[in-house]
């Protein structure tokens, strides 16, 4: 089973962004979100704001995690109102490059504090 968070992952992740005063649009590449076979941590939201209209809510997706037989794919995608008054469509996706169990999945932030929200776990046997 996997007991680490530092599991050596390959990744990718874009975004569509709209400002608030509709008029800047973008379609983008993030690279510096990609991870390439790198046990570092993979970005799921990008500069989430910290002002009360602004948030994230998204879902992930992680395909047979307790396989002992396969690596583990996983995607995601994930709506935020950031701190330059942006809307973000994000979508990161990639495999974890190990075919042991994953066991438990770690999700933090790079600065502030979660203040407040719910995480659910669906279909695991």
Do not use: C, R
Not at 27 to 32: H, S
């Amino acid at each position: 089973m996997v007991s680490n968070y530092n599991v050596t992952k390959t990744t990718t992740f874009f975004a569509a962004n709209h400002d608030e005063a509709d008029t800047v649009t973008s379609l983008a590449y993030a690279a510096g979100a990609d991870l390439a076979q790198s046990t570092g941590v993979q970005k799921i939201a990008t500069s989430v704001g910290n002002d009360n209209d602004e948030n994230f809510g998204g879902e992930l997706w992680l395909f047979n995690p307790s396989s002992t037989t396969y690596v583990k794919h996983f995607m995601g995608v994930n709506q935020i109102s950031n701190h330059s008054d942006y809307s973000a469509q994000e979508f990161y996706a990639g495999y974890f490059n190990t075919t042991s169990a994953v066991n438990g999945i770690q999700i933090s932030v790079s600065a502030g504090t979660i203040e407040s929200g719910s995480f659910y776990l669906y279909g695991l046997k």
